[in-house]
């Protein structure tokens, strides 16, 4: 399938890695960069402002294979966001399996922080 090996979308993904917390025990830090090239596609809101408008924007992003988990980093389009639960992984053949990762932008209006950020 073309449509996942050459995606029209860069992003960077920062798989999460353990890391010293420096209390003698470990936390999810970010891992090393892997560029890829995926298909990000809308998958809704569900957040309101005050002036009642829908802000709480999702993405799907949809690759061959996706090293992203929970605790994981994206970098698209300048921003940083956060993956939702685990990689949905979509087997098959070969040529037809894909993973699937649901993101969110991370950024203190949601009171999210993490590793890296």
Known sequence: MSLL?????VVTVYPAVRAADGYGGTQPGPGEPILLRVRVMP??????????YLTGTTYRVYARTLPAGPWSRVEWRG???AVVGEVERFGGTRRTAF???TIRKRGAAHGERGPGS
């Open 5 to 9: 090996d050459r995606g029209p979308e």
């Open 43 to 52: 998958a809704g809101s569900d957040e309101a402002t005050e002036d009642g």
């Open 79 to 81: 921003q940083i966001w």
């Open 99 to 101: 993973d699937v990762a």
